[in-house]
């Protein structure tokens, strides 16, 4: 073959990283095949995004530096990054900025089952004491039921369902045409059946406006600053699902002992499934199929094929789709809450550090002195408009002009800030949690002492107690900011004048010029409520402040946490009667009731009750949880008769789309230990119909001249090879493989074409494949020289047009021009 007639496919990029990066392996390196992104783990413990071009995109960054990354899986829509750590915990990235939007982990331990009365943001790096199991793999696959699937051509194009504005009269919609029909089928659904459930997925929230980015204002608020700091983030949150989707968006987390966390919409938790043996290392599934297939290894490094099979029908449902997407939101809204609460603690803790400094130093001072403190001496300069030596050098040379600026902004800032959080972050937050919280209620209530929805509306109705309490304690600092405020507005006035005058000289022409010019605008009466009963203790204090040391109120069960005498005691009743009992109170004033001997005034305190809120919010997400789990069935498991030692290269599924909708075929592409110039094919068919039923037939042998060193599917009947030949030449090679299921010999397998060869002389030494990419932009990334260089290359394209590919013998044959380009 001649030189200039060789196999070559376009380069798009070559990337090679500095000695300091840790060696790539396949295993933790994820392509996006929507946006051509590529997510790799670095020896810095976090993982660096880069565009296929080989420029970064965005970095993840792990606030514990000691955990290692150990699976990588983008969504389908490249929408979102997963990421497993070596602590048992992962989280969601956003596949735009990288940000994080969720986290959990699969580990029985740690933060996720405490129950504390503590509003801290949860970073997900807490360590455990105790190892646990570790993330290995993540599943992702958005499907399309088989319901649905019958409506719509085979072209896999599905459209949304009916919506209330889809009816009129009796008519109803044809959704291949789009015109109305006078029947009651449409294309084989029931027309009454869409209506119902058109009606019970209608989302009243639409026509609320929507919730505004929370300003942290220097917060270090963790993963709910990063989802709320920004109105496009803030929308992303809460934007509302698409109407009707008749996909169902499933996500699986493999763990390293063998259970399956099924999580729907990214954050939902259907339930826990146990799959055989331990270390799941593969998953595969197809939208168009209910079941995932998982392969493991068990103590003795043999190989299991695992099938779980989602309830497909039954989670695209009205009711669960109401409880799915009101269960995220109400996730959603709790962390916006939580977040406006730290926002609101931060802004009055920071808005009177420096005029408390600045008080701290003057009441130092006057101590010394034995001249009383700051509040009564600014008392008597209000009342009698005499200057002391010390008042006189206090508001000359530490106040001044300049001091009094910052004094002013920060306290205004304060208090505007504080009304913001509340009027526009909190309140509608509220708002919306009500309505949610009220459906899933109605569903419960509706359903009770059935089988369809196993939640008991008391569930609910803690948790709008909980909303309640908040949506009071909110009004009242409301009525408390806007007096203090006026109050304090009245004060900076009358402050300033007397900077200027002790600035003239008390007495002096200029002094009593100012004074007859502002002194009688001095709303006196506000000025000296400020100075007595404000300026060192706001009412605020008492309802935004930690008044609960929460060590003092945790457990490790919630019958445990809720049978604390505190958290028995609260609820809307109780905070209603101790407002009004605190009303009466001075700021200083410590509430005491006998009814409630422990901290009773934890019922108005802002941190307290929303730490109250989510931890009904957590029990009912764990009641939903326990409903949903009895949906899955237990996993299917078949022994795959492989050599333990031998090495999986790739995992397909495959769905006929003539055969029956519940038969998928799971094939596996192994390389046995004792060669590399053999590659052996299984098929694992497996049938979801009755009590599900796998079977797998004897292995496909590929021969090979020379040595294998890694196999990628491609399509459903074609892998790609990266193979050596014995002059130490790679090349890329495009197999024909048989029909899933089908007795075909060696001699019927189809070509074996060569599409790409790497040229010795560039010192690049080719070692993993990984095929990602999208119908007209296939790419095969080729890892080599130990994980540090990449070179993507364009599956669609050749850089140079040749009539026929070269053949395997062209490859072979040193003499005939195959040397590397």
């Known amino acids: 073959m001649a030189m200039n007639s060789q196999p070559s496919l376009a380069l798009i990029s070559e990337k090679a990283f500095s000695g300091t990066t840790k060696p790539a392996s396949s295993d933790l390196v994820a392509y996006c095949d929507a946006h051509d992104l590529v997510a790799i783990a670095a020896d810095t413990h976090d993982v660096v995004v880069y565009r296929i071009t080989g420029h970064p995109a965005f970095v993840i960054k792990r606030r514990n530096g000691e955990a290692e990354v150990t699976a990588l899986k983008w969504k389908h829509d490249g929408s979102v990054l997963a990421v497993g750590w070596n602590d048992g915990s992962y989280g969601l990235y956003s596949g735009e900025s990288g940000r994080l939007l969720s986290q959990g982990t699969v580990r029985g331990g740690g ?60 008519d109803s919609l044809d959704m291949a045409t789009g015109e109305y029909i006078n029947n009651t089928k449409v294309d084989g659904r029931d027309a009454v059946a869409d209506l119902t459930s058109a009606v019970a997925t209608l989302d009243v929230t639409e026509l609320l406006p929507r919730l505004t980015a929370i300003p942290s204002h220097g ?200 009304q913001n959080h509340l009027f526009f972050n909190l309140m509608p937050a509220l708002n919306r949690l009500s309505v949610a919280t009220t459906t899933l209620r109605g569903h419960a209530r509706f359903h009770e002492g059935t089988s369809k929805f196993e939640v008991a509306p008391e569930v609910f109705t803690y948790i709008l107690e909980g909303v309640d309490s908040l949506r009071l304690v909110g009004h009242k600092m ?100 101790a407002l009004g009992r605190v009303s009466e109170l001075k700021a200083d004033q410590e509430l005491v009731w006998k009814e409630v001997p422990q901290t009773p005034g934890a019922l108005v305190n802002l941190p307290a009750l929303a730490a109250y809120l989510a931890a009904n919010v957590r029990v009912a997400m764990e009641r939903i949880t326990a409903w949903q789990s009895k ?92 193979v050596c030949n014995e002059q130490a030449q790679y090349a890329l090679m495009d197999i024909a493989l048989p029909a899933p299921q089908a007795q075909t010999h060696e001699d019927e397998l189809g070509t074996r074409s060569v599409l790409h060869t790497f040229s010795p002389d560039s010192g690049y030494k080719p070692e993993r494949l990984i095929v990602g990419g999208r119908t007209g932009k296939r790419v095969c990334l080729v890892l080599g020289n130990e994980g540090r260089e990449w070179r993507a290359l364009d599956l669609d394209t050749k850089a140079e047009e040749t009539d026929d590919l070269a053949s395997t013998d062209d490859f072979m044959d040193g003499d005939d021009g195959m040397s590397m380009e």
């Open 478 to 577: 409301q009525l408390i900011i806007m007096a203090e405020h006026r109050q304090f507005r009245a004060f900076s006035k009358w402050l300033r004048v007397m900077i200027e005058i002790g600035v003239a000289g008390p007495g002096s022409k200029g002094a009593i010029e100012t004074e007859e010019r502002e002194v009688p605008n001095f709303d006196y009466s506000l000025l000296l409520a400020y100075l007595k009963d404000t300026m060192t203790c706001s009412l605020l204090t008492r309802h935004v402040a930690e008044l609960i040391d929460s060590r003092e109120v945790s457990a490790r069960q919630d019958a445990e946490f809720f049978a604390h005498p505190l958290i028995a005691r609260m609820g809307y009743k109780r905070t209603k009667e």
């Open 631 to 722: 949906m899955l069935t237990a996993p299917k498991s078949l022994h795959i008769d492989a050599p333990s030692t031998a090495a999986v290269l790739d995992m397909q599924m495959i769905v006929d789309q003539d055969a029956s909708p519940n038969r998928s075929v799971t094939r596996l592409l192994v390389l046995p230990p004792e060669t590399r110039h053999q590659l052996m094919l299984y098929s694992v068919a497996y049938s979801s119909a009755g009590a599900g039923t796998a079977s797998t037939e004897q292995p496909t042998m590929l021969d090979f001249d020379h040595e294998i060193l890694d196999a990628k599917f491609h399509g459903p009947r074609n892998c790609l090879l990266l």
């Open 111 to 170: 933060r996720e089952r405490e129950w504390t009365l503590n509003l801290a943001p949860d970073y997900g790096d807490d360590e455990d004491e105790e190892e646990g199991p570790n993330v290995t793999c993540f599943g992702w696959e958005c499907h399309v039921p088989s319901s649905l699937r019958m409506i719509y051509d085979g072209a896999g194009k599905v459209d949304s369902l009916l919506s209330t504005e889809d009816w009129c009269e009796d």
């Open 219 to 418: 917060l270090r608020s963790g993963p709910d600053g990063n989802k709320f700091g920004t109105q496009a983030t803030t929308d992303s949150v809460f934007a509302p699902p698409q109407k009707r989707s008749s996909n169902v968006d499933a996500l699986f987390v493999f763990s390293s002992d063998g259970n399956v966390q099924v999580l729907q919409d990214e954050t939902v938790k259907i339930g826990t499934a146990r799959v055989r043996g331990s270390k799941p290392a593969m998953h595969a599934s197809h939208g168009k199929s209910a079941c995932h297939s998982v392969l493991s290894r068990d103590q003795d490094d043999a190989l299991h094929a695992s099938f779980v099979d989602l309830p497909l029908d039954t989670l695209d449902g009205p009711l669960l789709d109401v409880v799915s997407t009101n269960t995220k939101r109400i996730q959603n809204l709790l962390a916006y809450i939580t977040q406006t609460v730290r926002c609101i603690q931060h802004d009055f803790s920071t808005g009177l550090q420096f005029p408390a400094r600045v008080m701290a130093n003057m009441n130092s001072e006057l101590a010394e002195k034995q001249e009383g403190d700051v509040i009564t001496n600014l008392y008597h300069l209000a009342m009698t408009s005499d200057f002391t030596p010390m008042m006189l050098e206090w508001l000359i040379d530490i106040v001044k002009e300049t001091n009094h600026k910052r004094w002013d902004q920060a306290v205004n800032a304060m208090y505007a800030n504080i």
